[in-house]
């Protein structure tokens, strides 16, 4: 491809070019919403960051640096983003388009395994999004045949930092802290109880803490609720971009026997108040439109909806 050179995401050295792409990115499109925050660099590709090659994800460069990359969900999503003031009507985005196609195409098998939050978008698809507010992306994927589909969306939601956040209430006995080295089998069990909702989850306490050394990271952001019995019971990780200003949560979870009792609204909201802390002057978090427990939640906790993510999808298999 003419004046575009790719290869495999490589590990811890190309985690913190990508931690840096989305940095760049972030504050350029500013006070709009951008695709990727260091934090989900970090929660995405750092379990990786030991590999030497992830077939995965794939990086695109020019002459000015890193110009793009896609990371590929199997079986059938995935997320990419471009260098703002890179064109989409280009060459790139029809290379890393095309690559991503030829992934899902290379692992379709009959009767496979599709999670229960993409079931919705078709056997046979590869699925991505773009924002709702992005036309320059939306008129991109319809010109290489991906079609809107209703079957889901993602919804963004955001909140200024600019007034002082009181502590949500508590119920009797349970304590709000940040997780501690001592905390990691059970905070990585508290983590599978509370995503099992959605299959089985693999978190691991190994994969943990892994994470809890990663770039970005600040353990003061990771907040727990305990219960009086010991056991962690709702969770956040907030992450903090003093470049762009903006603080996200990826992820947050409560155990489903603690559900709608207002842990989440303690956890994001103490979240709320370090991000604050650290000179963030807006948070954001977002869901999928099938999360009806979230999309209680984050509203309860000060959000606005400022954009959605909308899925397009194409039959390549």
Known sequence: MPGFTSRPFRGASDLTLVIDFARSASAARLPGVSYWHPGDIVWQLFPFSHLPLVEEARLWFDDDGLAGFVLFEPPLNCTFDVRPGIPLDGPLLDDMLGWAEERRRGIARPGEDVPIAYAMLGSGTLATIALESDVERRRALERRGYRLTDARHNVRYS????????????????????????????????????????????????????????????????????????????????????????????????????????????????????????????????TASVNTGALALYPSCGFGLVDKELYYVKTVV
Do not use: N
């Open 159 to 286: 909140q200024p930092l600019d007034h002082d956040i009181a502590p949500a209430p508590l119920p009797s006995g349970f304590v709000l802290r940040h997780a501690a080295d001592t905390d990691i089998e059970a905070r990585a069990e508290a983590h599978r109880d509370a995503w099992s909702v959605w299959g089985t989850s693999t978190f691991s306490a190994k994969r943990y803490a892994r994470l809890r050394t990663a770039p970005v990271y600040d353990p003061e952001l990771d907040v727990v609720l305990e219960a009086p019995d010991g056991q962690l019971e709702s969770f956040c990780i907030a992450w903090a971009d003093p470049a762009s200003g903006v603080g996200i949560f990826e992820p947050v979870g409560t155990r489903p026997a603690f559900a709608r009792k207002g842990l989440g609204r303690a956890v994001v909201t103490e979240g709320l108040r370090r991000l604050r802390e650290r000179g963030m002057h807006t948070a954001r978090i977002g």
